[in-house]
């Protein structure tokens, strides 16, 4: 069945590059806990329950659509959920986040994932959510698919959950580059499969999380994190093509990685996502205007007074100009943020 036409595609016009009536915007972790019907749903459901569940998954999809006026809607999931796939147990603990009580602890444990697995079968629900939500949303906004990097996935899967440091996961970039890389090429298989497959189910745009990209700077980076995301874009798109389908703009979000900044500008991608750490001029002196950038609020900039929070929002938007640029924050919003909040950044965005 053809997908409703759309009618909102400012986030795919920014991301090309192409002219917009005015800025799009979104919110990493738009679906979420700041919501109280996402509580609602939460508490009748475990987590991965929600993802593995397409009319759940659409549901808190939705959720921030129909109170907000967002120009794009992402799918809810995890970057959780490939490591899973490969056969690691990942627990969702309230008020602890993931739990993998199984980390890999030495080289030999690469062996216990299942390298075989068919991910595009494995993660098939995510599919299904996917087609399901773009059927749903009736074309009112983009949809976007997403997966995690393979170093942020590696530092999970060593870790076996979030770490301040990531001593254990670096680690093994220190004492088994050989093995790491093995894990990452794995990683960054399963990553190209598993967004080829949401591209196929209707995904109308991508975004890959490097989240743990600041533990690393610029050595680190440029070995075990830079030729897996390059990889990955070229091959996405490269595979895209192949199957028939458009061509869709893919985003990098590499936080705290300003130190790789324009290597990440030439890196394969349409759009790249800025943390609140870099001057919104500086970034664009950098990259020019060869790729859209996105971001970069300090999501706590969205506890101040509304009046104070206008003003962050309007210097944001006057630094990074009209051309080529994203409205978001610089990571995910917090639970406890207030939905009012999220409500005035948005208007003062559209105000502009
Ligand atoms: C590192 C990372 C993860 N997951 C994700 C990242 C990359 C983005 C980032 O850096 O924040 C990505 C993610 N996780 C979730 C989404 C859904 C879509 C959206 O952005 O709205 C997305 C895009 C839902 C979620 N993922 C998680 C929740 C809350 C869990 C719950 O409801 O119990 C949600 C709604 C849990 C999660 N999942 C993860 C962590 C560290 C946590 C705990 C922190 C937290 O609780 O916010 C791993």
């Known amino acids: 069945m053809a997908f409703p036409v759309l009618k909102n595609d400012r986030i795919l016009r920014a991301a090309r590059g192409e002219g917009v009536d005015r800025v799009p915007i979104w919110i990493m972790r738009q679906a979420g806990r700041y919501l109280p019907e996402f509580r609602e749903l ?6 991965f329950t929600i993802c593995q569940t397409p009319d759940l998954a659409a549901e808190a999809s939705l959720q921030p659509i129909r109170r907000f006026d967002l120009d794009a809607c992402i799918i809810f999931s995890d970057i959780l959920v490939i490591p899973q796939a490969l056969g690691m147990t990942v627990e969702m603990r309230p008020g602890v986040g993931p739990v993998l009580p199984e980390p890999l602890i030495s080289p030999e444990d690469i062996h216990k994932l299942d390298s075989a697995v068919n991910i595009t079968q494995k993660l098939y629900y995510v599919g299904e959510a996917i087609t399901l939500t773009r059927h749903k949303l009736d074309g009112k906004v983009p949809l976007l698919g997403f997966a995690g990097a393979p170093w942020t996935l590696m530092g999970y899967m060593i870790e076996g959950g979030g770490s301040k440091t990531l001593s254990k996961a670096k680690a093994w970039l220190y004492q088994f580059p050989d093995a790491s890389k093995r894990l990452l090429n794995m990683l960054t298989s399963a990553v190209v499969d598993y967004l080829v ?91 020019g205007y060869s790729v859209t950038l996105q971001g970069n609020l300090d999501p706590c900039a969205l506890y101040a007074p509304e009046a104070e929070l206008r003003r962050y929002t309007k210097e944001m938007l006057k630094k990074f100009g009209k051309n080529r640029y994203i409205a978001n924050l610089g990571h995910g919003i917090y639970p406890d943020m207030k939905p009012d909040h999220v409500a005035t950044l948005i208007a003062a965005v559209h105000e502009e």
């Not at 939460?42 to 987590?47: G, P």
């Not at 490097?210 to 390059?230: M, R, V, W």
């Open 197 to 287: 497959m949401q591209a196929l189910a209707g995904a109308q745009m991508l975004q890959v999380f490097e989240s743990s990209a600041e533990h690393l700077g610029p050595e680190l980076f440029k070995d075990y994190a830079l030729p897996y995301i390059q990889q990955i874009s070229l091959r996405v798109k490269a595979l895209i093509k192949a199957k028939g389908l458009d061509d869709l703009p893919m985003t990098i979000f590499a936080k705290g990685a300003h130190y790789a900044l324009q290597d990440l500008a030439e890196s394969g991608y349409d759009v790249v996502g800025l943390d609140w750490t870099i001057d919104p001029e500086e970034a664009r002196g950098r990259v």
């Open 42 to 47: 939460r508490s009748k459901h475990d987590f």
